[in-house]
C-alpha cells in the first residue's frame, strides 16, 4: 500500500507565504510514474483541485492559485510540494495530495490564512 504525508500548513497573515509538502512511501509505490494533486477543502465547501503535476513535472493550475502558488516534484525524495504565496484569507482549507495512479489520499494539513 501506499501512504502519503502532508505537512507545512499552518497560521499566516494575508500576503504571507507557505510551503507544503507531501511525502510518499508504500511497498508498491511507483512514485516517478504518478500524477499527483494538490487538493484543498474550505469549510461547508467541496474539495477542489487546486494544482497538478504529471510524471513529466507539467504543471497545471485552477484559476484561483494561477501566479501564486508552484506545484513541483522530487522523484529522488517521492515528495510534491505546493509553494504557496501572496495568500489570501480565502485560500484558508484543509489541503490534501492525491496519487492518481494510487487513487490515496493523505490526511491533509490545515492552512489558515488570516486577514
Known amino acids: 500500500q501506499v501512504r502519503l504525508v502532508e505537512s507545512g500548513g499552518g497560521l499566516v497573515q494575508a500576503g504571507?507565504?507557505?510551503r507544503l509538502s507531501c511525502a510518499a512511501s508504500?511497498?508498491?509505490l511507483r512514485f516517478s510514474i504518478s500524477a499527483m494533486d494538490?487538493?484543498?477543502?474550505?469549510p461547508g465547501k467541496?474539495?477542489?483541485?487546486?494544482?497538478s503535476i504529471s510524471i513529466r513535472s507539467t504543471t497545471n493550475y485552477a484559476e484561483s492559485v494561477k501566479g501564486r502558488?508552484?506545484?513541483s516534484r522530487d522523484?529522488?525524495?517521492n515528495t510534491v510540494y505546493l509553494q504557496?504565496?501572496?495568500l489570501k484569507p480565502e485560500d484558508t482549507a484543509v489541503y490534501y495530495c492525491y496519487s492518481r495512479r494510487d487513487t490515496t489520499w493523505g490526511q491533509g494539513t490545515?492552512?489558515?490564512v488570516s486577514s
Open 16 to 18: 504571507g507565504s507557505l
Open 26 to 28: 508504500g511497498s508498491t
Open 38 to 42: 494538490w487538493y484543498r477543502q474550505a
Open 46 to 51: 467541496d474539495r477542489e483541485l487546486v494544482a
Open 69 to 71: 502558488f508552484t506545484m
Open 75 to 77: 522523484n529522488g525524495r
Open 84 to 86: 504557496m504565496n501572496s
Open 110 to 112: 490545515q492552512v489558515t
